[in-house]
C-alpha cells in the first residue's frame, strides 16, 4: 500500500482476502480482531432512550416512563433470534458479528428486511452482507470525482450512497442484485454500508490490518521455525562418543556395502571379500525409545557401551529462553499500531496496580471510539427503523414523528455496554467520591462511568424506591442519603421526604419544623426519626400527607 501510486486506488478484495487468512494463520492477528470485538461489543450493548423533554414539551416523569417501555420493548425483541432473518444470531449477538467485520475488513453492509411472519415482534430483520457480494471491479479510489461503478456502489451527483450491487449464486450462476439505499415510496432504509475511511475520496474500507500483514506472516514463520527447531532438538538428545577410534579412518576394518548392512542387525553382502571377525557389528547403531515405554523418571537406562564410549548430551541451541521476550516486544509495536496496550494483546497484566490500570484506562478510550463508530453506523439506524415500525403498528405513540427535530428528539438515547473492569473497586469509588466533592466531576459522570446508566434517571429511582422501603429494625437507617437530613442534638427530625409539593409544619408540641406533601387534612403525623423510631406530631391548618 506504500507504493508510489497506491495511494489513488485500492484493490480492496485484494486487501481484505488477505487480512482474512492472517486472521486464520496468525494467532496474534486473531488475538488482535478478538480483543477489540470483546472490549467493544462484549455481550452486546443496550439501548437506553433518553427522549429530550424540553423539545418534545412533556414532562420528565412522561419521558422517563416513556423510556423505560421502549427500553423493555426493544430487549425483548433485541434478546431474540428472530431480528435475524437467518434467525442464527439475536442482534446482541450480531453486534460481535460486526465488531469482527470492522477490525477484519472494515467494510459492512447490512441488509433491513421488514418480514411477516405472524410470530414476529416486530416487522424488522436484520441480515449481513458479506463484502465480497458487493461487486465492481475490486478497487477503490481516494478520488472525490471517481466513477462509481468501480467498487459495486451507486451514488449521486453530492457523493450519497443510493444502491448496492449484490451478487448472489443462484441457479448454478451468479446474478447482480441493485438494493436501494433508501426505499423510493417507503422511506424505509433497505441497506446500510459502515467502514472508517482514511482519505477523502475512499469509497469502500480495506482491513485495518493491511499495514501489518507482512508483520504477522513473518511472526508466524518465526514462531513456527522455533518451535520446529525445539522439538527435532528434544528428538535426539544424546549420542555415543569414543575418542579411542582413529578420526580419519573411522570405517577400518568394516565391510562396504549397500545401507542394508548399517543399522541394529546389518547383514553382509553375499559377495563380499575377506570378510573379518567381527565385520557384522554396526558401524552406526540406533534404537527407537516410544515414549509409551517411559512411564515415570528413571525408566531409562543406556548401558552396554563399549571400551572407549561415552555419552554425550547435544547442547539445546533452541532460542527458547529468549522468545517469549522476543515475541512480547514485536507484538507490542503491532499492539500499539492499533492503539492497544500489549498488556491486552497478549492478556498478561504485571503485579503493579497502576500500570495494569493506565493501560485498560488507555484502551478502554478507544473502545469508547469504537463503540461510538457502531453506534452512528449500525445501532442508531436500526433503532430508528425499529421505532419507526412499534409507532406505524399503534403500540408505541410519538407525536410529531413526522417532523425531523421532533423525531431526533424522540430518537436521542444511549447504548450502554459493560463498564471499564474495576481492579479495585473500592478504590475506584473512593477516588469517584473524591473527584465529586472536589467538582472535578459529577454524579452524572460516575453513574455512566460506573455502567452505562443515567445518574438523573438512577436519583430519580432511588427516591421513589426509598418510598416504599420499609424501615429495617437496626438503628441508623435513614430511607435517602444523609445529605438530605438536618442533624441537632435532639435528633427529633424528620428524614423522610416525598417528591411533590411540600410545607414546612411547626408542631406546638415539639420545638422543630419538618416538611410534609400536602393531600388532605389530619390532626396526628407519624414520622420517623433518624434512628428508624416511629413517632407522633399534631398539626393545624395545612392539609398534610
Known sequence: MSYPGKTITHNHFTLRQSAREAMYDSIYCRALVERFTDTVAD????????????????TDARAEEWGEQIEEAFHLWASSKKSHRSRVNTFYQNQRLYQIFTHRDNDMFVRFYYGRDKDLFNPLQIEFIDPNQ????DLTSTFANAPTEFDGILRDAAGRETGYKIWNY????????????????????????????????????????AHALQEFENLTDFSASVIKKAIAQSSFYGAVENEQQAASNPLAGRVA?????????????????????????????????????????????IGNLKAGDKIKFLQDTSPSASYD???????????????????????????????????????????????????????????????????????????GWSDPRLR?????????????????????????????????Q????????????????NRSKNKR?????????????????????????????????????????????????????????????????????????????????
Not at 446474478?175 to 459502515?194: C, D, N
Not at 571377525?277 to 523418571?297: F, Q
Request: hydrophobic share 40%; with cysteine.
Open 43 to 58: 455481550n452486546g450493548l443496550r439501548l437506553k432512550p433518553t427522549p429530550i423533554a424540553d423539545i418534545l414539551r412533556i
Open 134 to 137: 458487493v461487486r465492481g471491479l
Open 170 to 209: 443462484e441457479n448454478g450462476i451468479f446474478r447482480e442484485t441493485v438494493v436501494p439505499a433508501i426505499g423510493e415510496k417507503s422511506g424505509r432504509i433497505m441497506m446500510i454500508h459502515g467502514y472508517n475511511p482514511e482519505y477523502a475520496g475512499q469509497g469502500r474500507g480495506f482491513p485495518r490490518l
Open 257 to 301: 556395502g549397500p545401507v542394508r548392512e548399517y543399522g541394529a542387525y546389518p547383514e553382509p553382502a553375499s559377495d563380499a571379500q575377506n570378510v573379518s571377525l567381527g565385520a557384522d557389528e554396526p558401524v552406526i547403531n540406533w534404537s527407537s525409545m516410544p515414549e509409551a515405554t517411559i512411564h515415570e523418571p528413571g525408566s531409562v537406562m
Open 325 to 399: 521476550k522476543f515475541v512480547e516486544a514485536f507484538c507490542s509495536y503491532l499492539a500499539a499500531s492499533v492503539g492497544m496496550p500489549v498488556e491486552l494483546l497478549l492478556m498478561k497484566f504485571n503485579a503493579n496496580y497502576s500500570a495494569s490500570r493506565a493501560s485498560l484506562i488507555l484502551f478502554w478510550r478507544i473502545a469508547n471510539m469504537w463503540r461510538d463508530e457502531m453506534v452512528a453506523d449500525f445501532l442508531n439506524p436500526v433503532y430508528e427503523m425499529w421505532l419507526s415500525e412499534e409507532i406505524a403498528a399503534g403500540r408505541i405513540g410519538a407525536p
Open 408 to 440: 431526533a428528539a424522540w430518537l436521542s438515547c444511549q447504548w450502554a455496554g459493560s463498564p471499564m473492569p474495576n481492579i479495585d473497586p473500592l478504590k475506584t469509588a473512593n477516588s469517584d467520591k473524591i473527584y465529586v466533592e472536589m467538582g472535578a
Open 442 to 457: 459529577t454524579l452524572d459522570d460516575v453513574a455512566r462511568n460506573y455502567n452505562g446508566s443515567s445518574g438523573k434517571a
Open 465 to 545: 424506591q426509598y418510598e416504599e422501603l420499609t424501615p429495617p429494625p437496626w438503628d441508623g437507617w435513614t430511607g435517602i442519603p444523609e445529605s438530605e437530613t438536618k442533624d441537632n442534638d435532639n435528633e427529633e427530625d424528620v428524614v423522610a421526604k416525598n417528591s411533590g409539593e411540600y410545607i414546612t409544619v411547626k408542631s406546638p408540641a415539639m420545638d422543630f419544623d419538618f416538611q410534609v406533601k400536602k393531600r388532605k387534612m389530619k390532626k396526628i403525623v407519624n414520622y420517623v426519626d433518624i434512628h428508624g423510631k416511629s413517632k407522633t406530631a399534631e398539626i393545624y391548618e395545612e392539609e398534610i400527607k
